[in-house]
């Protein structure tokens, strides 16, 4: 029992130290071309369940067959259910502001005034916050004119055209 006990407590202590420095054990597995889906917590999580559900059944059972068994299998479904969850994590949304490129063809509102031949400032609900970029306009359109987004000229600087007709400032 003490051998599971010991693997479940390493399980635990490499889930501390991939909560404090995750980026380089992440690198670890990385250098070992471990793929995206064995990751620190992953690791973490098969070692936990595999000690500690091998402790519990051996406890039960008296059978150290049957607790490696059930240990790995509980490891190993508990290690691919954190693997996939990290994974999916990783690949969510970052919460950083959304590049130019991603609002093409959507409104926004100017905020202040696009000029002739300079920029002004347009608010544009993107991938569900609100961002602020500098517009270009191929005639004056005054504050409060709904416009669309019609080229990316930098990351953080487009092109727009008033949806309407109603441009003059």
Known sequence: MTIFLGIGAVGIVLLLISLVIGDHVEGVLSAID????????????FLGALGFVGAIVL???????LSVAVGAASGTAVGAATGWLTLKLRHASSGAAPRSQQLLGRTGVVINAIPEGGYGEIRVQGTGQLTKLNAKADQ??????EVWIVETLTATSVRVQPTRGDAAS
């Open 34 to 45: 471990a793929g995206d889906w064995l990751t620190g917590a992953g690791l973490a999580a």
């Open 59 to 65: 406890d039960a059972t008296g059978s150290v067959p």
């Open 140 to 145: 004056p359109i005054a504050s409060g004119t």
